[in-house]
């Protein structure tokens, strides 16, 4: 068994639908997971937003998603009779959003209504597949993947329900189920957060001990920099878990960052592919590293850094398990930190409970935060231990400022906290030292 993963645009219309269906139908057992059409999560946000603010203009907005729902149908079916079925799936579900405004609108409401999308993509593409004459099931996520009470996945329940609904369809080798959506552990809907479908595909994937997730987006894998950025990057073959993590986390698009961890947990290769290029190879995920030395940057926006200076540091211990406390307390994340005997520097990037904080660190000393900045992440294969790795890495950036620098973490990983106005400029001074 192999889990495919196919995200918003390579499902984003008829023509995209049709060609995953050409890559999923080759009678090998897989299970294909689907996020919604590219547009569709973003639309369901604006609409639950609208509901909220008891906004009459919601029914308009829903009629729209509707109207282009329609025309992906009139495109994606050829016959009369799936046509008709097509009109009605989508009619059930839009239906069903219309009727949030006979309700209170509440945080289950907002995760039913944000569910439509993948629930109406993989039904058309199952339905599609119907029509072709290709023997498939549709899979419920929302029958086997469920978060337990502190809100992280519920590995024995998904794996014990999924191999059971597997189960009730003997002969069949295709089935198709939805990314992203979920239910809580009191069983209500609810979701992976956005971007999520990946995190469902590697969870499946190890819930059924599958050989390989694949991830198939429009890019041809990692790339050693940012495509936004920097002319001529490159994709990179072969990664290890680790080395994706960290990637994925300090910025790289292409992979949800939880999605790394239950393959890694599990031993499963993942494999991120290229729809519009099928045959490339793309970007193998897996335990083992080869090659040494840097392979690839990434940046991360939206980083804000806080420095707590205290004279009470000096010589004193426990001073930064309060310090933590107090992030923890708010829980809120931490991601990179420097020390020096009299202060602590750290970043965190939610910035949510960012004034009470920073209010409670003031029991501790002198606060001063700095804002819009960037961590430039530095990822390869034992850096610490080639030669040059970093000493390349200060060069590069000779005349970038820096504020932090997090090195010796783990032997993949050299960070770097920057203004955000220096990234573009520091991207392209580490590609041309480093690459
Ligand atoms: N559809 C969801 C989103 O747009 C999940 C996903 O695509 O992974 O965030």
Known sequence: MIVMKFGGTSVGSPERIKSVVNLINDNNPKIVVLSAMSGTTNALVKISGLFYAGNKDVIAEIDQLED???KVVDELYST?????KGKELIKNRFDLLRNFEKVDCNAVAECTILAQGELLSTALTQLYCEESGINSALLPALNFMRNDRNGEPDNYYIKEQINRELNSYPGVKLFITQGFICRDANGEINNLKRGGSDYSAS???KAVNAKEVQIWTDIDGFHNNDPRFVENTKAIRELSFDEAAEL???GAKILHPASVWPAQEANIPLLLKNTMEPQAPGTVISSTSKNEGIKAIAAKDDITAIKIKSGRMLMAYGFLRKVFEVF?????PIDMITTSEIAVSLTIDNTKHLDKIAQELR???NVEIDRNMTIICIVGNNIMHSKDSISKVFMAL????VRMVSYGGSRHNISILTDSEH???ALNLLSKYLF
């Open 423 to 425: 990234k573009a400029e």
């Open 363 to 365: 029991l501790y000393g």
């Open 398 to 401: 000779d005349k970038v400022p």
């Open 328 to 332: 923890e307390s708010y829980q809120t």
């Open 203 to 205: 969870l499946i994937g």
């Open 80 to 84: 009369e009779e799936y046509k008709l």
């Open 68 to 70: 282009k729902y329609e």
């Open 248 to 250: 994925a986390y300090f």
